[in-house]
């Protein structure tokens, strides 16, 4: 019959159509991560305490050395390997086991044979994606990225995909703290008329910025808020990686970065990140406004942004997936 022929057309065997499939023990998921800041450490906490389905973090590649007592501060109290980390594995010299997941400065050490990862998860900024993006899809291990403004250079984002190609490998883009992803994903299928997004945080979010250099008395405004930014998406994350990597999702999944259009405003007045987002097209328009918490540890990011990840996990590693 046509389907047979279609099958075998393939390479695959006779045998897959008539043996009966044999059932196939669940494995749980190898992470390693890129950095070690406020994403991370909420994430590797809730991979600790089995909410981010059945995943173990193996190893931490960081910038530079951490002390036992900083290491430990990142998981929760009492935290031990017990049967969840094999701390029995032989590392690389220079990767330190403490209470668990390897930490090393060395991207030798952690890309090593013996690190025991399969999926790389990237909560360091863009200049690790370009420094690290492409050694791991190569070595045929998954890449999830949260720095998704590392992909406004159209060249590298190419040659990323290129590589999970050629590699069997897949480069995974965390939506953070982008709402309505799906929906409007689904919508891009068809002609967008309208793509804009507008990014509201309080003033102090925007220091370390151009914005800082641009507008001197960004820690002493009142009144109205404030235009840092207007321009396309890739101007956005590209002058702003470390705010404004929602801009930059928005517009690989839908109208594209130069169609795409950002607004970065500082208002005195928020208490939180304020993200709006207007899609207009033949299948719909949607008019989304998200209010997200601030991380306690870095008012740049959305503490939602830590949660996206350890959703991404458990859609990777558990048997149902919800939404895809």
Not at 3 to 18: A, F
Not at 151 to 164: C, G, H, R, V, W
Not at 188 to 193: F, I, K, N, Q, W
Not at 237 to 260: C, E, H, R, W, Y
Request: charged share 25%; net charge negative; aromatic share 6%.
């Amino acid at each position: 019959v046509w389907w047979n022929d279609w099958y075998l057309g393939r390479g695959l065997d006779n045998d897959l159509l008539t043996e009966p499939t044999k059932r196939r023990k669940r494995k749980p998921l190898m992470i390693g991560w890129l950095g070690c800041g406020a994403i991370n450490s909420t994430v590797a906490n809730m991979i600790v305490n089995r909410e981010a389905g059945p995943s173990i973090l193996k190893a931490i590649l960081v910038r530079k050395e951490r002390s036992n007592e900083e290491i430990r501060s990142l998981f929760p109290d009492g935290y031990t390997p017990s049967a969840d980390v094999d701390t029995t594995t032989t590392t690389d010299a220079g990767c330190r086991m403490v209470d668990g997941p390897c930490f090393t400065t060395d991207p030798n050490d952690f890309f090593g044979t013996n690190s025991g990862w399969n999926l790389c998860v990237e909560a360091a900024g863009q200049s690790a994606v370009r420094q690290h993006g492409k050694r791991c899809l190569e070595m045929g291990r998954d890449l999830m990225i949260t720095s998704i403004g590392a992909l406004t250079d159209d060249a590298f984002y190419e040659d990323l995909s290129a590589t999970a190609e050629a590699n069997g490998s897949r480069l995974i883009l965390c939506t953070g703290s982008m709402p309505a992803v799906d929906w409007m994903g689904s919508a891009s299928l068809a002609d967008c008329e309208k793509v804009l997004v507008t990014q509201t945080k309080p003033p102090k979010a925007w220091l370390g910025t151009p914005a800082e250099h641009d507008h001197p008395d960004l820690l002493e405004m009142e009144g109205e808020p404030r235009v840092l930014f207007e321009g396309s998406s890739r101007d956005a994350a590209s002058t702003f990686p470390k705010n404004a990597n929602v801009a930059a999702m928005l517009a690989i999944a839908t109208a594209g970065l130069d169609q795409t259009r950002t607004l970065l405003i500082a208002d005195p007045s928020a208490t939180s990140n304020k993200v709006e987002i207007v899609f207009k097209g033949t299948a719909g328009n949607i008019e989304v406004r998200v209010e997200a918490a601030p991380s306690k540890t870095n008012p740049r990011t959305s503490a939602i942004v830590a949660l996206s990840v350890v959703k991404a996990i458990r859609k990777l590693c558990c048997p149902v997936i919800v939404g895809l």
